[in-house]
C-alpha cells in the first residue's frame, strides 16, 4: 500500500500545562496526513468540495501511545486501510522525532453531496479517486505478487 508522510513542527500552541501536545490537536495532525495523502494521489480535497461533495468523519478511533512535547517533530504516516468505492478508513501512525509510535489511528470517511448529505459513490462522481485508491491500497498486494 502507498503510505504517505507528513513532517510537523510542533507549536507552543499546540502543548496543554503539562508540556505536551493537547490530545485533541492530534486529530488535526491526522487531516494534515490525509490531506498530504490525497495530494500524493494527485488530487485536492477543494476539487470535490467545488463540486459539491464533502468528505464528513463517520468514526475515528485513536491510541495515545507516548507524548510529543513542544520543540519536537512529529511524522504522520497515512495510508487507505478499507476502500469499496463509498467508504474509506485511513490508517494513521505518528512518531515522535526519536521515531517512537506515539499514537495509532484510524478515521471512516464517506462522500455526501454538501447540500442532502446523501451518500455518494467516489466510484461514480469521481472515477479518477477511485481508480487512484484501488491502486493505493492495493499496491502492497501487487508489489507481493511479483
Given at each position: 500500500?502507498?503510505?504517505?508522510?507528513?513532517?510537523i513542527?510542533?507549536?507552543?500552541?499546540e502543548?496543554?500545562q503539562?508540556?505536551v501536545?493537547y490530545?485533541?490537536n492530534y486529530?488535526?495532525w491526522?487531516?494534515?496526513?490525509?490531506t498530504k495523502l490525497?495530494?500524493?494521489?494527485?488530487?485536492r480535497?477543494?476539487?470535490?468540495e467545488?463540486?459539491?461533495i464533502?468528505?464528513?468523519v463517520?468514526d475515528?478511533?485513536?491510541?495515545?501511545k507516548?507524548p510529543?512535547?513542544?520543540?519536537?517533530?512529529?511524522?504522520?504516516?497515512?495510508?487507505?486501510?478499507y476502500?469499496?468505492?463509498?467508504r474509506?478508513?485511513?490508517?494513521?501512525e505518528i512518531?515522535?522525532?526519536?521515531?517512537q509510535?506515539?499514537?495509532?489511528a484510524k478515521?471512516q470517511h464517506?462522500?455526501?453531496?454538501?447540500?442532502?448529505?446523501?451518500p455518494?459513490?467516489?466510484?461514480?462522481?469521481?472515477?479518477?479517486?477511485?481508480?487512484a485508491?484501488?491502486?493505493?491500497?492495493?499496491k502492497?498486494?501487487?508489489?507481493d505478487?511479483n
Amino acid at each position: 500500500m502507498l503510505i504517505s508522510e507528513k513532517e510537523i513542527e510542533v507549536r507552543y500552541a499546540e502543548t496543554d500545562q503539562m508540556g505536551v501536545v493537547y490530545h485533541a490537536n492530534y486529530l488535526v495532525w491526522l487531516e494534515l496526513g490525509r490531506t498530504k495523502l490525497i495530494e500524493d494521489l494527485g488530487f485536492r480535497y477543494a476539487d470535490m468540495e467545488k463540486e459539491g461533495i464533502i468528505s464528513p468523519v463517520l468514526d475515528i478511533n485513536i491510541s495515545y501511545k507516548y507524548p510529543v512535547r513542544y520543540g519536537e517533530k512529529a511524522y504522520v504516516k497515512t495510508w487507505i486501510d478499507y476502500y469499496d468505492g463509498l467508504r474509506s478508513t485511513y490508517g494513521y501512525e505518528i512518531y515522535n522525532d526519536k521515531d517512537q509510535l506515539v499514537v495509532e489511528a484510524k478515521s471512516q470517511h464517506v462522500c455526501v453531496k454538501k447540500d442532502s448529505f446523501r451518500p455518494v459513490s467516489v466510484r461514480k462522481y469521481f472515477p479518477e479517486w477511485h481508480e487512484a485508491y484501488e491502486r493505493a491500497k492495493n499496491k502492497e498486494k501487487l508489489e507481493d505478487d511479483n
